[in-house]
């Protein structure tokens, strides 16, 4: 699996994250990296605790990763949810959690894939 | 109604009510009159009577005395003792003879006759007589004579010599009994009365009327018995107690129904007492007939009454019910114009909430691409565009009552059609795509792309419409607007522009098409209960229409969809359009829509280019591929991309494949193209142009292109990368991974980092930090413990003549609010995520360079 494979199955762009970081090399470090960012586990810590401040502060940092790696798909979902957590809780926020927990979901799997392609 | 109906009820109660209290004092009335009446009857009976019985009596008492006095003279002028005895009783005789008298006869002491004249005589009830005779009293009494007839005898007391040398004591002389009864007309014939003359024992002395016992007494218990006599005994004592005090005696005998007066008076001469009796037959007769009167008068009066009550009554009924009935109508008015209100509100919210979805679902979308300048820009332009709308329609809520009044104006301005066209069209794409519809544009004949309109009303018109037909279609149907314009019958100033909004809908039933454009109507049936809106928009958009002057019109069947089409006559703008040439390349056009791709040809050579059609993927393929090897190959081609079979994206594929990237390929669609600009340029797809494919759309889509020539445009020039060698950053940012990120772009620009976790960390390391030792810091906002705002103002409020360094934020939201914060905070800059390595060293630059 390529990384552009990688990226493709994430629903990023990997053109404009490359446009930015220049190298696969980097790219790849990041991505793996992003597997064990603990934002979106904070982010269900939050929204389970009905703490929607700091659920906000975790979608909000889940969406300025996802814009440093170009993970478009989480970036929407992510993006939407900390909108609609801005000024405090809303109805739409459950089900963009489930969202961006899907969206989560699809990404860390495809950078497992990834990381197991790379024989590491 | 319920509260109709408690009035009329009481109403009806009190007229029952009313009426049977009528009926009550009526019926007194006539009972206590007839009552009455009866009472005055018997009084003035009884005066009457006792009037009568003392005539009758007087004159019993006159013509007895008289016949007495007779007698008494025959005595006096022929003295006994002064002639011859026989010349002294054939005086006596011839006297009594020329005086009337029938018979004459001397009465001894002992009883006994001595007839002079006529026949025997005997008294019927002597002992009276005799004493009273013996006692020289003047005295009458009843007798019969040999023949049995009846006679009253008169006597006198005397002293004449009787045969058998006896002296009489009295001189009788007699009449028939019918003399005093004639005389007193005792059996009045026709009279109101009769009378009987009666001894004390009640046996008759003279009798008249239909009486025929002996006893009178006897007759009253008879005449009873026949009847009901419980009260005969009780009259008879009565009267024998009167008689026995020589009292007279009034009572009124009712017998049965049938009153009878009675009146006991005793006459004079005698031991007799003359009964007198009015029967009150004839008086009754008249009384009832007075009470039928009266009782016919009274339920006359009544009924009069009664019909006046009702006539009163229904007439109030009546009035009630129209006042009802008006109260009714003022009341569902007043309802319709509450519900008019309340309508309007909601609908006006749905119309704001249409343009508000575009944008903030384009604010997103520009959001999650900032770094996508020309995304942005295209976001951008939508926004504006929902944007003017949306500020369109908040005026016409304060301009709404205009319409409610009749009053709306329209402000002619100079409208672009196409500007019109894509802006209404960028706003009803969200729904259209959400709803998966198909969705078709056709723009032909526009003779004049500016035309003098109400640009609102215009777009509200051709919005309402639009959106309704997404409304009522169903996921996955067809939606199709048409936009073309003929000469107008108004001049050459004019054009006739027609819009066509053809839908594949659930349509509407005749009767609600006749409806339509009324206000807050809506078809009500199951299907669209679920979808929103109040029905006010077919009636706005109708009034628009007429106020300026066109027409619109509907044809719908249900379940097959429906279609309006609006007919104008716009002024066209005297504004000349742009001189819009351009090169006369060859171009290929793919379309699955003949008509749009006649129609697009057409625009084209119109601005000068040569354009040819065809309608799927694989012929444009063949014939690009045929031009090409011919090398008189297209200049540019236009793909549409929805096409049957390959699509757009594909085609575009394949023509790169077999052509080379050379030929510009550029996508037209009337969707929005942010989900798959990617995926089409990755196809060599170069730019997009978005339906409705205007001339002026296609000559500013198009322009472009001409200095490229036949050249895909170059990529942008490589930036020179500037040099922040040994300069030191402190990067406040709490996340890990973005940290990382940051440093391993900036630290390739020469610089060196140091990393803050969040703000407090971050003013604790700026303040430990000899001064100067920091050029600049990059701060995230959102931070835990301290914001990023926060630590910003602590820097900046620090006894240090460094406090004032560059202070640059980064941050995930692009708002201007967020910006604007963070210049309020002290923040010399802002940039957005991600991180961009030439914004990044073009801020730094400027900062550390100023």
């Known amino acids: ?120 | 109604m319920n509260h109709n109906k408690k009035p009329l009820r009481f109403l009806t109660a009190s007229l029952i009510a009313v009426s049977l209290l009528c009926v009550c004092i009526f019926s007194f009335l006539a009972f206590y009159m007839n009552q009455r009446s009866g009472d005055t009857i018997s009084s003035v009976g009884q005066i009457y009577m006792s009037g009568m019985s003392q005539q009758i009596s007087r004159h019993f008492e006159t013509t007895i005395g008289l016949r007495l006095s007779q007698v008494e003279a025959l005595v006096e002028t022929n003295a006994p003792g002064t002639k011859d005895q026989d010349e002294l009783m054939a005086d006596l005789i011839y006297s009594a003879k020329a005086r009337g008298f029938e018979h004459l006869a001397l009465y001894s002491a002992d009883g006994s006759f001595e007839t002079l004249y006529g026949s025997n005589l005997t008294v019927t009830d002597p002992e009276p007589f005799l004493a009273s005779l013996n006692g020289d009293e003047k005295k009458i009494a009843v007798g019969t004579d040999a023949a049995g007839d009846k006679l009253v005898l008169m006597g006198v007391s005397c002293t004449y010599p009787m045969a058998g040398g006896k002296t009489c004591t009295a001189l009788v002389a007699a009449i028939s009994v019918d003399y005093i009864s004639d005389t007193l007309s005792l059996d009045n014939e026709g009279g109101l009365m009769y009378s009987h003359i009666i001894r004390q024992d009640g046996s008759f002395v003279i009798r008249s009327g239909d009486a025929y016992r002996d006893n009178y007494f006897d007759r009253i218990n008879a005449i009873y018995d026949e009847l009901d006599g419980s009260d005969a005994q009780r009259h008879i004592q009565e009267l024998q107690a009167a008689m026995d005090t020589g009292e007279d005696y009034s009572t009124v005998l009712v017998i049965g129904k049938e009153r009878r007066h009675l009146l006991c008076t005793k006459l004079a001469y005698s031991e007799w007492y003359l009964v007198v009796v009015m029967p009150y037959g004839a008086l009754n007769e008249e009384i009832s007939h007075l009470s039928r009167e009266w009782s016919l008068m009274a339920i006359g009066g009544c009924a009069v009454v009664l019909a006046a009550l009702l006539l009163v009554f229904f007439r109030y009924i009546q009035i009630t019910r129209q006042q009802m009935a008006e109260l009714e109508q003022a009341r569902q008015a007043a309802i319709a114009a509450n519900r008019a209100k309340s309508e309007f509100l909601s609908n006006m919210s749905h119309d704001i909430r249409t343009p508000m979805n575009a944008i903030v679902g384009m604010t997103a979308i520009a959001t999650a691409n900032i770094g996508n300048q020309q995304q942005v820009q295209h976001c951008l332009r939508k926004i504006a565009l929902s944007g003017k709308h949306l500020l369109n329609l908040i005026n016409d809520v304060l301009d709404m009552s205009k319409i409610e009044s009749g009053k709306m104006t329209l402000n002619i301005d100079q409208v672009s059609l196409r500007e019109m066209m894509d802006g209404i069209v960028s706003i009803v794409q969200p729904q259209v795509r959400a709803k998966q519809q198909q969705f078709d544009i056709f723009i032909h004949d526009i003779s004049s792309e500016n035309v003098c309109c109400d640009s609102v009303r215009l777009n509200q018109v051709v919005l309402n419409l639009l959106s309704n037909a997404v409304k009522f279609t169903p996921v996955e149907g067809s939606i199709h607007i048409s936009l073309y314009q003929e000469p107008s019958p108004q001049g050459d100033g004019f054009v006739r522009t027609h819009l066509l909004v053809r839908d594949s809908g659930i349509g509407m039933s005749p009767e609600f098409q006749a409806k339509i454009f009324d206000s807050f109507s809506r078809e009500d049936s199951r299907r669209v209960q679920r979808t929103e809106g109040t029905g006010l928009g077919m009636a706005i958009t109708k009034f628009i229409v007429d106020a300026m002057g066109g027409t619109i019109q509907l044809q719908s069947e249900q379940g097959k969809g429906s279609e309006f089409h609006v007919t104008l006559d716009l002024e066209r703008s005297t504004v000349q359009e742009a001189d819009m040439v351009l090169p006369d390349w060859n171009m290929l056009v793919v379309d699955d829509d003949r008509e749009l791709c006649e129609s697009t040809v057409a625009s084209l050579k119109s601005i000068g280019l040569n354009a040819e059609w065809t309608l799927d993927g694989e012929s444009a393929v063949s014939m690009a591929e045929e031009r090409h090897r011919r090398h008189d190959g297209y200049h540019i081609i236009l793909l549409d991309w929805k096409l049957p079979g390959m699509d757009g994206i594909e085609t575009a594929r394949e023509l790169r494949r077999r052509l080379g990237d050379n030929i510009p390929i550029l996508l037209i669609s009337a969707y929005d193209w942010s989900d798959i600009e990617t995926e089409a340029k990755g196809a060599g797809i170069n730019s997009f142009i978005s339906k409705p494919l205007f001339k002026s759309t296609l000559f500013y889509g198009l322009r472009p292109f001409v200095d490229a020539g036949e050249t895909i445009p170059e990529p942008p020039p490589q930036e020179q990368e500037a040099d922040f060698t040994g300069r030191r950053i402190l990067l406040a940012e709490d996340n890990e991974l973005n940290w990382e990120i940051a440093d391993e772009l900036l630290s390739s620009l020469g610089m060196e980092l140091d990393w803050a976790e969040n703000g407090k960390i971050c003013v604790e390391k700026f303040s430990a930090a000899a001064p100067g030792y920091y050029d600049a810091v990059l701060m995230d906002l959102r931070m835990p413990i301290m914001t990023g705002y926060e630590a910003t103002q602590a820097i900046r409020a620090l006894d240090r003549p460094d406090a004032s360094l560059p202070i640059i934020a980064m941050t995930a939201d692009a708002f201007s609010e967020d910006i604007q914060r963070c210049l309020d905070a002290g923040m010399n800059a802002h940039i957005s995520k991600p991180i961009d390595l030439r914004e990044v060293s073009r801020l730094l630059e400027k900062y550390l360079n100023s």
């Open chain 1, 1 to 120: 699996m390529t990384l552009q494979e990688c990226y493709a199955a994430m629903g990023g762009n990997y053109e404009e994250v490359l446009g930015r970081l220049r190298s696969d090399r980097l790219i790849q470090k990041f991505v793996l990296k992003f597997v064990d960012d603990g934002s979106y586990q904070l982010l269900l810590d939050s929204m389970a605790s009905n703490n929607y401040e700091e659920a906000f502060r975790a979608a909000h940092t889940i969406k300025g990763v996802c814009q440093n790696l170009g993970l478009t798909r989480l970036l929407r979902s992510s993006s939407q949810l900390s909108e609609a957590l801005r000024h405090g809780y809303t109805p739409e926020a459950d089900g963009l959690t489930e969202e961006v927990t899907r969206d989560y979901q699809e990404a860390v799997a495809a950078i497992r894939a990834f990381q197991a392609s790379l024989g590491t």
